[in-house]
């Protein structure tokens, strides 16, 4: 909060002090639904280094802190061996993990190796709710299990989190990393959320991936995860067609302007190889560039194929922020 002046005026007893100028306290964001994220004014987020943290491939690594709607989220910066001023940096966001089991930035592993071995910074977000980040909303937000023994928050401000992750990126606030060359990156959860953020604030990456990403139109998920709490409190699809409009993605599909490219396993029974392919004709429907890649034998986490995704999905930011000269 910015202190008020007070402008001091000596022994000049006849002359009144200048009133004090009124504090000014920055709005916190409605994260309500991606529509009240997008209507809100820009927030501007600033980076906190931490301490370090265990690498993951002999990479110097710290834990780092920053504002987002209100509360502190944190994440690992993890820079290689000898990383020169000017290196790309791909945002790394995670799935729906064990908020009990997760440690600070250690999802998606496999491709986090892949990426530093290749020379990139990864930032590595935690998202709210899970390891040093503040906790979710769980009062407003629905409560979803995965499939996986247990339950996420799934709070909207999830999105704003990606959002001013890629903020601090494009701002030059992470370290040696090239505000000019930054990547987005995430898993399930963490792929909604990424197309998400591409549709709230365009521009902030140059190539989204989306690996085993949920359906883009949540209205057609409601069965799958609306329980009869969040029904209750803001209607089913056909009730509130306008509330399950402004939480998904695919209304705002015109806004992006980023390329996208969704990985999916042919064998995912979690969510579905036919949420990408819907995903990626209604990118191109409005006027976006999307590809689809499908895992043959693959499920969710792409099993023994993983190696080869983590391959692709650097080949992939090569081609966006390395390109041939």
């Given at each position: 909060?910015?202190?008020?002046?007070?402008?001091?005026?000596?022994?000049?007893?006849?002359?009144?002090?200048?009133?004090?100028?009124?504090?000014?306290?920055?709005?916190?964001?409605?994260t309500s639904t991606l529509r009240t994220i997008i209507e809100s004014p820009a927030e501007d987020p600033q980076l906190t280094l931490g301490d370090a943290v265990d690498p993951l491939a002999g990479e110097s690594a710290v834990e780092v802190f920053y504002?987002?709607?209100?509360?502190?989220?944190?994440?690992?910066?993890?820079?290689?061996?000898?990383?020169?001023?000017?290196?790309?940096?791909?945002?790394?966001?995670?799935?729906?993990?064990?908020?009990?089991?997760?440690?600070?930035?250690?999802?998606?592993?496999?491709?986090?190796?892949?990426?530093?071995?290749?020379?990139?910074?990864?930032f590595a977000l935690d998202l709210r709710g899970f390891a040093d980040s503040d906790a979710a909303n769980a009062e407003t937000s629905a409560i979803v299990d995965p499939g996986f023994g247990w339950d996420i928050v799934l709070d909207w401000g999830m999105?704003?989190?990606?959002?001013?992750?890629?903020?601090?990126?494009?701002?030059?606030?992470?370290?040696?990393?090239?505000?000019?060359?930054?990547?987005?990156?995430?898993?399930?959860?963490?792929?909604?959320?990424?197309?998400?953020?591409?549709?709230?604030?365009?521009?902030?990456?140059?190539?989204?991936?989306?690996?085993?990403?949920?359906?883009?139109?949540?209205?057609?998920?409601?069965?799958?995860?609306?329980?009869?709490?969040?029904?209750?409190?803001?209607?089913?699809?056909?009730?509130?067609?306008?509330?399950?409009?402004?939480?998904?993605?695919?209304?705002?599909?015109?806004?992006?302007?980023?390329?996208?490219?969704?990985?999916?396993?042919?064998?995912?029974?979690?969510?579905?190889?036919?949420?990408?392919?819907?995903?990626?004709?209604?990118?191109?429907?409005?006027?976006?560039?999307?590809?689809?890649?499908?895992?043959?034998?693959?499920?969710?986490?792409?099993?023994?194929?993983?190696?080869?995704?983590?391959?692709?999905?650097?080949?992939?930011?090569?081609?966006?922020?390395?390109?041939?000269?």
């Amino acid at each position: 909060m910015a202190a008020a002046l007070l402008a001091l005026t000596g022994c000049t007893a006849a002359e009144p002090e200048p009133a004090p100028t009124e504090s000014t306290v920055a709005p916190v964001t409605d994260t309500s639904t991606l529509r009240t994220i997008i209507e809100s004014p820009a927030e501007d987020p600033q980076l906190t280094l931490g301490d370090a943290v265990d690498p993951l491939a002999g990479e110097s690594a710290v834990e780092v802190f920053y504002g987002s709607g209100g509360i502190t989220v944190a994440g690992v910066v993890r820079t290689p061996t000898g990383a020169a001023a000017d290196t790309p940096v791909v945002v790394v966001v995670h799935g729906g993990v064990d908020p009990e089991e997760y440690e600070p930035g250690t999802d998606l592993v496999a491709e986090q190796r892949a990426l530093l071995s290749a020379g990139y910074i990864v930032f590595a977000l935690d998202l709210r709710g899970f390891a040093d980040s503040d906790a979710a909303n769980a009062e407003t937000s629905a409560i979803v299990d995965p499939g996986f023994g247990w339950d996420i928050v799934l709070d909207w401000g999830m999105a704003l989190d990606v959002v001013n992750g890629l903020r601090l990126a494009r701002d030059g606030q992470i370290p040696l990393a090239d505000p000019e060359r930054v990547g987005l990156l995430g898993h399930s959860l963490g792929g909604l959320l990424s197309i998400d953020a591409a549709v709230i604030a365009p521009g902030l990456s140059d190539l989204v991936i989306a690996m085993s990403a949920p359906t883009t139109d949540l209205a057609e998920a409601a069965p799958l995860f609306a329980d009869d709490a969040l029904l209750d409190e803001v209607g089913s699809p056909d009730d509130n067609p306008e509330y399950w409009a402004d939480i998904s993605p695919i209304t705002f599909f015109d806004r992006a302007t980023e390329p996208l490219i969704l990985i999916h396993g042919e064998d995912d029974d979690v969510t579905l190889p036919a949420w990408s392919e819907e995903t990626q004709h209604e990118w191109r429907k409005a006027g976006g560039s999307a590809e689809t890649y499908l895992v043959e034998g693959a499920g969710h986490d792409y099993g023994d194929r993983r190696p080869e995704v983590a391959g692709g999905v650097v080949v992939a930011f090569d081609a966006a922020l390395r390109p041939a000269s």
